[in-house]
């Protein structure tokens, strides 16, 4: 079984920065796509971004130059580097990996960004 435990949310001013982490435990097969979704209230969760195993990136549009995603393969990692945060980012952060036939949901981390 799978777990994923992310870390490094919590309350920022606008302009500010902030590093998410997401840890994955367990049978991980080697292809795979690590990446950030997020969740803000009324709305639908959006992916935000997300990475390969082989390295190839891609970010949503609202990201794009502020965020910069990452992973460690030996420690089945990423990260999420958040730079000029905005109240439009407040949300709650989820990690996501996927494999083959399989997908796995960390428990979520509260991003709040304050104006």
């Known amino acids: 079984q799978v777990q994923l435990v992310e870390s490094g949310g919590g309350l920022v001013q606008a302009g500010g920065s902030l590093r998410l982490s997401c840890a994955a435990s367990?049978?991980?097969?080697?292809?795979?796509?690590m990446g950030w979704y997020r969740q803000a209230p009324g709305k639908q969760r959006e992916r935000v971004a997300a990475?390969?195993?082989?390295?190839?990136?891609n970010y949503a549009d609202s990201v794009k130059g502020r965020f910069t995603i990452s992973r460690d393969n030996a420690k089945n990692s990423v990260y999420l580097q958040m730079n000029s945060l905005k109240p439009e980012d407040t949300a709650v952060y989820f990690c996501?990996?996927?494999?083959?036939?399989?997908?796995?949901w960390g428990q979520g981390t509260q991003v709040t960004v304050s104006s």
């Open positions: 996501n990996l996927r494999t083959p036939g399989s997908g796995y």
């Open positions: 990475i390969t195993s082989g390295g190839s990136i």
């Open positions: 367990g049978s991980i097969f080697s292809i795979n796509v």
